[in-house]
T-cell receptor, first 116, second 115 residues
Framework: AQSVTQLGSHVSVSEGALVLLRCNYSSSVPPYLFWYVQYPNQGLQLLLKYTTGATLVKGINGFEAEFKKSETSFHLTKPSAHMSDAAEYFCAVSEVTGAGSYQLTFGKGTKLSVIP | KAGVTQTPRYLIKTRGQQVTLSCSPISGHRSVSWYQQTPGQGLQFLFEYFSETQRNKGNFPGRFSGRQFSNSRSEMNVSTLELGDSALYLC??????????????FGQGTRLTVV
């Protein structure tokens, strides 16, 4: 089974500072990787995804992530934090089952606080 | 295009009761998955349906069940509710066909509180 580890359950950054949220995964096959964001009392919104091809993936709201196979990492970054980025962020890996189905395995999440 | 719609948004139930949650996927999406989110366990996969068939099930007791209708709408049912079933239940729809990893679109969730 695949697994996802997000380092740091809480991260605080100043407005305008670099955002770096860490994600490591374990997978026996080439992974499909995702970052989702969740605002309070809301569902999950997809920020970006990696399937194949270019390892640097750009997403919405200025976020990007780089797939590093040798490090089994998929860290999320944003050059300059905005107050509106305060939310919880989830890294996920997609696993295909023998029945042709798929399921997402999520990390525990990282709560991002942005300090004015 | 309308997103994934989950109803109701909030529910309060008593231990021992049963509950049914509903999910309407994005038009054209035939795959519907359900996830349970709790502070302690995080996001956990419940089951996935495709064309009215359950293709995959997570590690949950038989009290948790679901179904999918011919219009792709899905329901999940929890019987004999326990306090530990209190959670945010999220539904996700996808174009995923035969294991293709297309992205999942999530609804806003149903917040279930068991008292």
């Amino acid at each position: 089974a695949q697994s996802v580890t997000q380092l740091g359950s809480h991260v605080s950054v100043s407005e305008g500072a670099l955002v770096l949220l860490r994600c490591n995964y374990s997978s026996s096959v080439p992974p499909y990787l995702f970052w989702y964001v969740q605002y309070p009392n809301q569902g999950l919104q997809l920020l970006l995804k990696y399937t194949t091809g270019a390892t640097l993936v750009k997403g919405i709201n200025g976020f990007e992530a780089e797939f590093k196979k040798s490090e089994t990492s998929f860290h999320l970054t944003k050059p300059s934090a905005h107050m509106s980025d305060a939310a919880e962020y989830f890294c996920a890996v997609s696993e295909v089952t023998g029945a042709g189905s798929y399921q997402l395995t999520f990390g525990k999440g990282t709560k991002l606080s942005v300090i004015p | 295009k309308a997103g994934v719609t989950q109803t109701p948004r909030y529910l309060i139930k008593t231990r021992g009761q049963q509950v049914t949650l509903s999910c309407s996927p994005i038009s054209g999406h035939r795959s519907v998955s359900w996830y349970q989110q709790t502070p302690g366990q995080g996001l956990q996969f419940l089951f996935e349906y495709f064309s009215e068939t359950q293709r995959n099930k997570g590690n949950f007791p038989g009290r948790f069940s679901g179904r999918q209708f011919s219009n792709s709408r899905s329901e999940m049912n929890v019987s004999t509710l326990e306090l530990g079933d209190s959670a945010l239940y999220l539904c996700a729809s996808s174009l995923a066909v035969h294991g293709m990893n297309t992205e999942a679109f999530f609804g806003q969730g149903t917040r279930l509180t068991v008292v």
